[in-house]
C-alpha cells in the first residue's frame, strides 16, 4: 500500500499524519489531560500577488464580485452561502479573516484562500476535504475488528476531517487502555485515490498488556500487605498468574479495590478507616504500574447499644428483633449491618409491606462503641406504572412477563424485583448479569421496571467421543433446545453408547400449560445397562444385562412463591438376563439348563426375568435460589415419593429427600453443602430365604460420581468370592483386584457432600474451568443377609468311558455319590457378606471441571479417610463426553 501526500495545505507545515501521530503517541498524563482540538484556522487572510498595508484597505472598499473556485462537490452558491460576504458590501480584512475561519468551521475544506483584496473582486479558492472509500484496521491482533470498529465515527462515503481522525485515534487508544495495553499506539495514514477520494488506514502497534509490578500500602499498621492485597480484585504480576487477568491493569479496578478494602476494615470493627489517596504510577517502559494507596486505619469500635424501632403501625419492633444478630460487646461489623438492613427489608416485604429500613449511627470516641438504631420508616407508596421488556429477538415477551412478580398497578417492592431478577435470570436464556432498571415514571408516585435482556443461545448440539475411567470408549448425542419457539418450551432428544450402557430417551415440557403456571411434560426412554464385576486378571466381567423401556407423564403446580408440588406417572418393563453361556448350567443332571448359583450367585439368580413397574410419585420442591442453574446463594429442598403397584408386578415405596445450601463468599468464591438419603420399602411378599423383597435393580447403589474417592457401586453391601489356597485354606492375602466383587445395593442410603468453588481469572472461566475442594460422606446399608455359598473341589472317579475329573460343588450338598473331597482344593471359593454397615464412609479432594470442545470434562483427586471391609476406593477418576 502507498501513503500518498498527506499535508493538507500549503499553508500548513504539520499535516494530519504527524499532528495525529503525536496525538496517538502522547504520554499518559497528556493523553488524559488533552483537550480535542479544534478547527485549523490560519491566523490570516492570504493575498495572491503583492499585498498592500492594512492601511490600504480603506472600511468603505465595496464587494464587486464574489467568486467560488476550486469546489467539485459543491455548488458555488453552497459554499458563498457558509460566509457573509455579499456583493455591494464594504469589507475589512477582519471580515475576510472571519470567512475564511466561517468556511474552515463546515469541516467540508481542507484548504481556503481568499484573493482579490485590493481589486475588491473576491475569489474563494477552496479545496474540498476527500470523501472516504474505506476504513481499514492493520496490526490488530488482540481486539477484533467488530470491537474497534463501533468506536470509529468515520465512515465510507463521508467527508474526512483531521479533527475526526484524531478523535477516532484517541477512542481507538482508550480501548485498547480498557484491555489493559497502554502502550498501544494507533498511526493513521491517508491514501489518495481519484475523484478527491481516500482510503483512511489505522496502523495499530498493540504493545503488551500492561501488569500491576506492584502494589504499595502506606499507612497500614493492624493488618499486613499481604492481608489487604487478598482482598483486592487487582493482584500482582506474578509468573504462576498465567490464568488470571487479576494481575491487568484496569482503572476502573482501583476504585473497586478501595472499595474492598474499605469494606474490609469496617467489617473488622475500623469505622473511622479511609483512603487517603490512590496513585498508579506507568513504569518508564510503559509496560508495567506500580500502584500505591495511602491509608489511615483509625481505632476498632464495638457495638453498643443495638435497637430496632418502627414507624409502620402494623410492624411491632419486638416482633422483628429476632432479625438482629449483633450484641453489645461484639466487634463492629458493616456487613453484618447491610445484611441485617437485607433481611428486615425482606422480612417486612414478604409481608406486604414496602419499608425503608435505615440504621441511624452514634458512634462514641471515648469508649469506642457504636450505638446503632434499625428504624423501619413507611417509606411513600410508589406503584408500577409499566413494565418494559427490550433486547428479546427470540423468546416471547409474556414468557419474561410471567417471571415478574409484579404486575403493572402494585405497589413496587424491591423484594419483588429481586426474586423476578432471579426468576429470569434462573431461565437461562439472558445473560448471567441480568438486572431490572428502575426508571422515573410520569409522576413522582410512578415508576418503571425496565428488563434489558441480552438472549443466549438456548440450542445445544453435542457430539462427543471420549473415554471414561467408568465406561470405557463413550459416544454421546444429545439435542436439546431450552426455548423452543421462543415460548420457553424444553425440547429434547439424546442417545448414548458406551462398552457398558446404550441409552436412547426423548422428552418435552411445556412450563406453562394454555398460559397457566402448569408445567406439563412426557418422557420417552430405552436403557441398556451390563452390569459388571472385575475377574482375577483386574478385566471386567459382565454380570446381567437390565433392559428398560418405557414412559413418564410430568406435571407441576407452584403452592407459594418458593414451594412447588411436581405430580408423575410412569410405566416402565425392566428385563433383566444372564449370559446363558457362563451362569447357565444343568445343575440337577435332569438335562434342565438354569441359572447355576455357583456360577453367578443366589442373588443374581433371583433377579433374573421382566417386570413390569407402574408407579405414581410426587415432590415437594421449596427452592430460593438466585440462580437455579449455575447458584451462588440460596437453598434447596425436594422431598419425593414415588409408589409402585397400581398394575404391574412390583410394589414398593420410595422415599427421598434432597437438600442443598449455596453461600457467596465474596471474590467468586462459592461455598455449598448437601445432603441427600433414601429409602424404599416393598409390600411384596417374601421370595424365600436370604432374598431380599426390593429387586437388585430398584436398590440404592453409592460410590463414584456421588461419592468421590471411591469407585463405581464401591460401598456398601457386597459379595466377594475369597478362593481357597490348593490346601484348603482360605487365600486372605489376596489381592482386592483378584476377587470377585459383585455390589448388590441396599435398602437405604445416605450422602453428604460440602465443596468449596475456587474462582479463577477471566480467562479460566472463558475456558469454563472450574476448580473446586470438597468432602463427601455416605453410607448404603440395609438388605437381607444373602445365603452364601462355600464350595469344595470333588474328585469325581472315571466311570465307564468318562475319564476322571474334578468338580465344584457346594459343601451344603457335599460330594456326588463315588466322589470325593480332592486334596488340591484351588478353583474353590467362599463367598463372604460384607460392607452392610451405615458407618459413614469419607472423602476428601479436588476437582475440575472444563467445559471442554469435547463435551463436559471431570477430573477428580480424592483420598477415602474413612471406609469399611469390602468397600473399594478410588484416588483419581475422569469423565470426558458424559454430564457431571
Do not use: H
Not at 487479576?246 to 479495590?257: A, H, N, Q
Amino acid at each position: 500500500m502507498t501513503v500518498i501526500e498527506t499535508n493538507i495545505g500549503r499553508r500548513f507545515a504539520p499535516g494530519l499524519l504527524l499532528g495525529t501521530i503525536l496525538g496517538g503517541t502522547a504520554s499518559l498524563a497528556s493523553a488524559q489531560g488533552a483537550a480535542p482540538a479544534g478547527p485549523r484556522v490560519p491566523p490570516s487572510v492570504q493575498v495572491q500577488a503583492n499585498t498592500a498595508p492594512a492601511a490600504s484597505l480603506a472600511p468603505t472598499r465595496m464587494i464587486r464580485s464574489l467568486g467560488v473556485t476550486g469546489a467539485q462537490r459543491l455548488e458555488p452558491e453552497t459554499v458563498r452561502s457558509y460566509v457573509k460576504l455579499r456583493v455591494g458590501d464594504t469589507y475589512t480584512t477582519e471580515q475576510l479573516d472571519q470567512a475564511i475561519k466561517d468556511l474552515y468551521a463546515t469541516q467540508l475544506f481542507a484548504d481556503v484562500q481568499i484573493t482579490g483584496a485590493e481589486t475588491g473582486d473576491i475569489m474563494l479558492q477552496v479545496r474540498e476535504n476527500p470523501v472516504i472509500n474505506r476504513i481499514v484496521f492493520e496490526g490488530n491482533k488482540r481486539l477484533k475488528e467488530d470491537k474497534i470498529r463501533p468506536e470509529v465515527k468515520l465512515a465510507p462515503r463521508q467527508i474526512f476531517t483531521r479533527e475526526a481522525a484524531r478523535a477516532d485515534v484517541a477512542r481507538i487508544i482508550e480501548l485498547y487502555r480498557r484491555q489493559g495495553r497502554f502502550a498501544a499506539t494507533v498511526e493513521p495514514k491517508m491514501v489518495r485515490l481519484d475523484q478527491n477520494r481516500v482510503d483512511i488506514v489505522f496502523e495499530i502497534t498493540e504493545g503488551a498488556k500492561s501488569k500491576v509490578r506492584q502494589i504499595n500500602i502506606i499507612g497500614n499498621e493492624k493488618f499486613s500487605d499481604g492481608e489487604l492485597r487478598s482482598e483486592m480484585a487487582t493482584k500482582q504480576s506474578r509468573f504462576y498468574r498465567f490464568f488470571s487477568s487479576g494481575d491487568s491493569y484496569d482503572p476502573d479496578k482501583l476504585s473497586y479495590d478501595q472499595q474492598k478494602m474499605r469494606q474490609f476494615y469496617l467489617t473488622n470493627g475500623y469505622a473511622d478507616f479511609r483512603v487517603v489517596s490512590a496513585v498508579a504510577e506507568l513504569t518508564p517502559d510503559k509496560r508495567d504500574f506500580i500502584v500505591t494507596y495511602v491509608v489511615e486505619e483509625g481505632d476498632r469500635y464495638k457495638f453498643g447499644d443495638v435497637d430496632l424501632e418502627s414507624d409502620i403501625r402494623d410492624v411491632k419492633a419486638d416482633t422483628f428483633k429476632y432479625l438482629l444478630p449483633m450484641k453489645k460487646g461484639d466487634w463492629y461489623n458493616a456487613k453484618q449491618i447491610e445484611d441485617t438492613v437485607d433481611s428486615i427489608t425482606e422480612t417486612t416485604g414478604l409481608l406486604g409491606f414496602t419499608p425503608d429500613v435505615r440504621p441511624d449511627f452514634r458512634p462514641e470516641k471515648e469508649t469506642l462503641t457504636m450505638n446503632v438504631t434499625f428504624k423501619i420508616n413507611d417509606a411513600p407508596r410508589v406503584y408500577v406504572e409499566r413494565i418494559d421488556v427490550n433486547g428479546n429477538t427470540l423468546t416471547q415477551d409474556k414468557v419474561v412477563r410471567r417471571e415478574f412478580r409484579l404486575a403493572e398497578g402494585d405497589a413496587f417492592n424491591s423484594f419483588r424485583v429481586k426474586r423476578s431478577r432471579d426468576r429470569i435470570q434462573s431461565l437461562g436464556f439472558f445473560q448471567d448479569k441480568f438486572e431490572i432498571e428502575r426508571k422515573q415514571g410520569s409522576a413522582p408516585d410512578r415508576v418503571i421496571l425496565e428488563a434489558n435482556v441480552e438472549e443466549k443461545s438456548t440450542g445445544e448440539l453435542q457430539l462427543s467421543a471420549g473415554y471414561s475411567s467408568l465406561e470405557k470408549f463413550i459416544v454421546d448425542l444429545s439435542v436439546t433446545q431450552r426455548n423452543f419457539r421462543g415460548k420457553g418450551q424444553v425440547l429434547r432428544a439424546s442417545g448414548s453408547y458406551s462398552t457398558y450402557s446404550k441409552s436412547v430417551e426423548l422428552g418435552f415440557t411445556e412450563p406453562y400449560l394454555f398460559d397457566q403456571n402448569i408445567a406439563v411434560g412426557v418422557d420417552l426412554f430405552r436403557r441398556d445397562l451390563n452390569s459388571f464385576n472385575f475377574r482375577a486378571d483386574n478385566s471386567r466381567n459382565t454380570t446381567y444385562q437390565q433392559t428398560t423401556t418405557g414412559f413418564q407423564i410430568r406435571a407441576g403446580v407452584p403452592l407459594t412463591e418458593f414451594v412447588q408440588l411436581a405430580l408423575r406417572y410412569g410405566l416402565s418393563q425392566d428385563n433383566v438376563t444372564l449370559d446363558r453361556s457362563t451362569f447357565f448350567s444343568d445343575t440337577d443332571g435332569n438335562g434342565t439348563i438354569e441359572c447355576d448359583p455357583l456360577l453367578a450367585g443366589r442373588y443374581l439368580c433371583d433377579a433374573i426375568g421382566k417386570r413390569i413397574t407402574s408407579s405414581v410419585g410426587y415432590s415437594l420442591v421449596y427452592s430460593n435460589l438466585n440462580n437455579s442453574i449455575r447458584p451462588t446463594a440460596g437453598q434447596r429442598i425436594i422431598f419425593s415419593q414415588d409408589f409402585a403397584g397400581l398394575g404391574g408386578s412390583v410394589k414398593y415405596i420410595k422415599s427421598k429427600i434432597d437438600a442443598d445450601k449455596y453461600w457467596g463468599l465474596g471474590s467468586g468464591f462459592v461455598f455449598s453443602v448437601g445432603l441427600e438419603g433414601g429409602f424404599i420399602y416393598s409390600y411384596d411378599k417374601s421370595r424365600g430365604e436370604g432374598i431380599d423383597k426390593v429387586r437388585l435393580v430398584d436398590r440404592w447403589f453409592l460410590g463414584q460420581p456421588q461419592l468421590r474417592g471411591f469407585d463405581i457401586r464401591g460401598v456398601g453391601p457386597r459379595i466377594q468370592r475369597v478362593p481357597y489356597n490348593s490346601d484348603g485354606t482360605l487365600n486372605t492375602a489376596i489381592a482386592r483386584n483378584q476377587i470377585q466383587d459383585d455390589a448388590i445395593g441396599g435398602r437405604a442410603y445416605y450422602l453428604g457432600r460440602a465443596e468449596l468453588e475456587i474462582p479463577l481469572g477471566s480467562g479460566a472461566r472463558d475456558l469454563g474451568l472450574r476448580p473446586s475442594i470438597f468432602m463427601d460422606a455416605g453410607a448404603v446399608f440395609n438388605v437381607t443377609r444373602p445365603v452364601l455359598v462355600d464350595t469344595q473341589v470333588c474328585d469325581i472317579p472315571a466311570s465307564g468311558t468318562t475319564a476322571a475329573t474334578t468338580r465344584i460343588v457346594s459343601k451344603a450338598s457335599g460330594c456326588p455319590t463315588g466322589a470325593s473331597v480332592s486334596a488340591n482344593q484351588s478353583g474353590a471359593f467362599r463367598e463372604v457378606f460384607l460392607g452392610d454397615s451405615p458407618s459413614p464412609r469419607l472423602s476428601v479432594g479436588v476437582g475440575v471441571n472444563w467445559n471442554s470442545p469435547f463435551g463436559p470434562f471431570r477430573i477428580d483427586v480424592a483420598k477415602a479417610l474413612l471406609k469399611e471391609p469390602g468397600d473399594d476406593t478410588k484416588f483419581f477418576t475422569f469423565n470426558v463426553g458424559t454430564q457431571f
